[in-house]
């Protein structure tokens, strides 16, 4: 991390003590992991504003630490990663409301624009916004119980949390109107199939060691490299593909005046681990 980077895990967990719908730790399951938890269960994790706001104050707090990946998920008691919106708070907004409460960032675009990578352990039902919110991770491994979709059209609504944008951009323009538009929920295979899921897991076993494995793979890498790299892949579904490769270009060149860059190719040459600085 750079200098302005600090340790941050006993601030985070504090912070999360004070949190009533949101847990989190850091290093329990992996050194440089933090797990944040949705628990909600009597609503099956709804969002609702507190718990958006709880979550991007947890998020705030990652973002300054040393923290280097995330792993996102619904508590075991819900059931679910998260089963939609509030829809409650939503049949009690008018548009000049709904136009302040979706004011950015929102929780979705805090998670998306992370600098440390943020891998979405799927437990549960993904629905609308839970849905948008997988969609704002990085990498989504699901639990094979788990069922995906975009239900807002049966509430003579459409997503609001980014679906419209970020769906096809994962599944195509096809499929994501055809979740989009008939409310079609589907389980966690055919979500694999069509690209909204990356892996799908039989058990609780085998998703902590899918999610964590992946978790411990990336957090030994250079800090520095992981989020040059969440930065780059970003752009790919952002940008034209030459303006893509002129911005990777640059940002392979920064890196050039890090010394994480030396680090590793030193460590390289003398066979052994390196021991990244993050700077």
Known sequence: MTDEHVDGA????????????????????????????????????????????????????????????????GSDE??????????????????????????????????????QPVIARINGHALGG????????DVRIAHERAKLGQPEINLGIVPGGGATQRLPRLVGEGQAMRLILSGELIDAEEARDIGLV???????????????????AMATKSPVALEIGKKAIKASSRMDLEAGIEYEAELFAAL??????????????????????GR
């Open 10 to 73: 006993a601030e985070i967990e504090t912070l999360a003590e004070d949190c009533d719908l949101v847990n989190a730790t850091v290093g329990d399951r992996v050194a440089g992991v933090a797990t944040v938890t949705i628990d909600r269960p009597d609503a099956r994790n709804a969002l609702n504003g507190q718990l958006r706001r709880e979550l991007k104050e947890i998020f705030a707090a990652i973002e300054t630490s040393d923290v280097r990946v995330v792993v996102l998920t």
């Open 78 to 115: 819900a059931k679910a990663f998260v089963a939609g919106a509030d829809v409650g708070e939503l049949r009690e907004r008018n548009a000049i409301e709904q136009r302040e409460a979706s004011k950015r960032p929102r929780v979705y675009e805090v998670v998306d624009d992370l600098r």
């Open 130 to 137: 839970g849905s948008e919110l997988a969609q704002g991770c």
């Open 198 to 216: 990356d892996i799908v897991c039989a058990d609780e076993d085998e998703l902590d060691e899918e999610v964590y494995g992946l978790a411990e």
């Open 256 to 277: 050039f005046s890090t010394a994480d860059k030396d680090e590793g190719i030193d460590a390289f040459f003398e066979d052994r681990e390196p021991e990244w600085r």
